[in-house]
């Protein structure tokens, strides 16, 4: 009687504690399958789907990225509208002003005066007016030829100058307008500025006309009366540039250098003693 006591308590006893372990084991399938649906719910929404939600999220941050977005590319365009507009204006003033300074005639000088001062009015404008354009660079150097030969020697300076300052970047043309100054000052009897712009040629790479100032610099020496500095400048003329058009004369004009500097009689000319008149 005492064993069935104590096997029923036993009984009692242990039941409790497996079913408190189906329990625990039970509880714990539970939670692991709420897990597992929870995260398959998550993975339900496509790509596009996970987009709109993160866009309904920050709504305002998106607007506002957006409305940059757009008035950016108007400004761009509106940009790139206007330097179209004003290349066409430019280019038109730019034929006008070039029909008007080759338009000059020969037997009407009051018309060809007057077709000059417009070709430099409308030049003026390409310069002034649109700066940006691509018509305005040539429409400088233009500026300055026109005003050189409507005897305006310092504004030709001035437009030559202000082409250097600028457009200095452009080495091929930038050869030319140096000539250009210096023909410029010659006019405005400035010697030494135009050496000046003379030297400035030589020391570019890759100018057209170098050959070309070399003699010119040659003649500006002899008239300084230095026959040194100009056979300099000539030699270098037909050491470097054999085949120049230039090349001929300067020969001739270092020959006439080399007679100067040894008479024909070989013996150096010396002036009388004062008082005492030269024999013929």
Known sequence: MRGRVASDALTSTEQPAYKRDDDEKMSYRIKHEAKTIHADEA?????????????EQNRRSVLIGALVAVCAVAAVGGALWYDARQ???????????TQLHLDRSADTLAKAEDNLKQAIARYRRVVEEHPRSRSAQLA??????????????????????????????NKMMLGLVYQRLAY?????????????????VVGLPGTLNKDHVLFELGKLEESFSRP?????????????????????????????????????????????????PATR
């Open 87 to 97: 290349d066409e204006a430019a280019a038109d003033l730019h034929r006008q002003a």
């Open 184 to 200: 410029a000052h010659l006019l405005n009897g400035d010697r030494e500025a135009a050496a000046k712009a003379f030297l400035n």
């Open 140 to 169: 400088l150097f233009q500026l300055g030829n026109a005003l050189v030969q409507i005897n305006d020697v310092k504004g030709g300076v001035e437009a030559y100058s202000k082409y250097v300052a600028t457009y200095g970047t």
């Open 43 to 55: 993975h339900l929404l496509s790509g596009m789907e996970r987009l709109l939600v993160s866009l």
């Open 228 to 276: 040194e500095g100009a056979l300099a400048h000539y030699q270098d003329l037909i050491k470097v540039f054999p085949n120049s058009p230039f090349a001929g004369e300067a020969t001739v004009r270092m020959k006439a250098l080399e007679a100067k500097k040894t008479p024909a009689s070989g013996t150096p000319v010396t002036s009388p003693p004062a008082g005492v």
